[in-house]
């Protein structure tokens, strides 16, 4: 049995878990697996396999991690052979034959890059911060209040397993805040209602009122529902194991980061050129 750490860019991908006629994650780590013929042609999945997480379509992952049985050979650089370059394996550990990805994990983080430019009074100001200006105060105090345990059946598909004890905090980082959410597991699109709540909230678009409201029994109505938000700002950067350590692969890292790095300038660049057409149109 071996624990892997996998990487991925989630934007491309109807998220991590199988779906039919729709490609995931889970599915191209699969065909992969196949490739390298670790995994039969007709079976389902690897003996002993376990996800620790099923990220949203277009949520991204640094530490996502997986295990299954396979060969002592089958390490990080052997496994992304096989795999896209959107979806990178970069360590891993043995387990023991009990372990589960799923159910060992104590603890899983989320990063959400929130755009959140802080309140300007100035003629030069874009668009989007004249519309959308953040006080960070009232942020820091809506997290303050969204986190620990209460029932998030109002912030989330799912119609149960919903009480939940999350920890939100945020720094700024020029025009975004950086959002950090850590709990020990998370219920569907949890994650983003969070992150919008609090934006509502910090914007004066809601009161605090509200987030008092969403911990109440009753539904919330339709009209009054708290809208994920979007997926692509999203990363699972890390779940803890407690006790266990993983082995960097290094040529499986220098990969990895060489592929998202080429990823940061392509999407930079892309930025530029939309930034210049969206200045030229008068």
Same mark, same amino acid.
């Given at each position: 049995?071996?624990?892997?750490?996998?990487?991925?860019?989630?934007?491309?991908?109807?998220?991590?878990?199988?779906?039919?006629?729709?490609?995931?994650?889970?599915?191209?780590?699969?065909?992969?697996?196949?490739?390298?013929?670790?995994?039969?042609?007709?079976?389902?999945?690897?003996?002993?396999?376990?996800?620790?997480?099923?990220?949203?379509?277009?949520?991204?992952?640094?530490?996502?991690?997986?295990?299954?049985?396979?060969?002592?050979?089958?390490?990080?650089?052997?496994?992304?052979?096989?795999?896209?370059?959107?979806?990178?394996?970069?360590?891993?550990?043995?387990? #023991? +034959?009990? *372990? @589960? %990805?799923?159910?060992? !994990?104590?603890?899983? =983080?989320?990063?959400? &890059?929130?755009?959140? $430019?802080?309140?300007?009074?100035?003629?030069?100001?874009?668009?989007?911060?004249?519309?959308?200006?953040?006080? #960070? +105060?009232? *942020? @820091? %105090?809506?997290?303050? !209040?969204?986190?620990? =345990?209460?029932?998030? &059946?109002?912030?989330? $598909?799912?119609?149960?397993?919903?009480?939940?004890?999350?920890?939100?905090?945020?720094?700024?980082?020029?025009?975004?805040?950086?959002?950090?959410?850590?709990?020990?597991?998370?219920?569907?699109?949890?994650?983003?209602?969070?992150?919008?709540?609090?934006?509502?909230?910090?914007?004066?678009?809601?009161?605090?009122?509200?987030?008092?409201?969403?911990?109440?029994?009753?539904?919330?109505?339709?009209?009054?529902?708290?809208?994920?938000?979007?997926?692509?700002?999203?990363?699972?950067?890390?779940?803890?194991?407690?006790?266990?350590?993983?082995?960097?692969?290094?040529?499986?890292?220098?990969?990895?980061?060489?592929?998202?790095?080429?990823?940061?300038?392509?999407?930079?660049?892309?930025?530029?050129?939309?930034?210049?057409?969206?200045?030229?149109?008068?």
């Amino acid at each position: 049995m071996r624990a892997f750490r996998i990487a991925y860019d989630g934007t491309g991908y109807y998220g991590f878990q199988r779906q039919p006629d729709v490609s995931t994650v889970e599915d191209t780590i699969f065909d992969a697996l196949r490739s390298l013929d670790v995994l039969a042609p007709d079976a389902d999945k690897p003996a002993g396999y376990a996800a620790a997480g099923r990220t949203d379509a277009g949520v991204s992952a640094l530490a996502q991690t997986i295990t299954l049985e396979g060969p002592a050979w089958l390490t990080p650089r052997a496994l992304n052979a096989e795999l896209p370059a959107a979806v990178r394996a970069w360590a891993f550990a043995d387990v #023991d +034959d009990s *372990f @589960h %990805a799923t159910h060992d !994990a104590t603890r899983r =983080t989320y990063t959400y &890059h929130l755009y959140a $430019p802080a309140a300007v009074d100035d003629s030069s100001a874009t668009p989007a911060e004249i519309e959308h200006p953040i006080d #960070d +105060d009232r *942020f @820091h %105090a809506a997290c303050e !209040a969204l986190s620990d =345990t209460h029932d998030f &059946h109002n912030l989330t $598909p799912d119609d149960h397993n919903t009480e939940r004890s999350p920890t939100l905090s945020a720094i700024r980082d020029g025009d975004y805040l950086v959002v950090t959410v850590t709990a020990g597991g998370f219920a569907r699109e949890l994650v983003r209602r969070l992150v919008s709540l609090a934006q509502t909230v910090a914007t004066g678009a809601a009161s605090f009122a509200k987030i008092d409201r969403t911990f109440e029994s009753e539904p919330l109505p339709g009209h009054e529902g708290i809208a994920p938000a979007p997926p692509e700002p999203l990363v699972l950067t890390d779940v803890d194991y407690p006790g266990l350590e993983f082995d960097i692969d290094d040529d499986a890292a220098s990969s990895a980061r060489a592929v998202f790095e080429t990823r940061r300038i392509d999407r930079q660049t892309g930025a530029r050129v939309a930034g210049q057409v969206a200045d030229g149109i008068q």
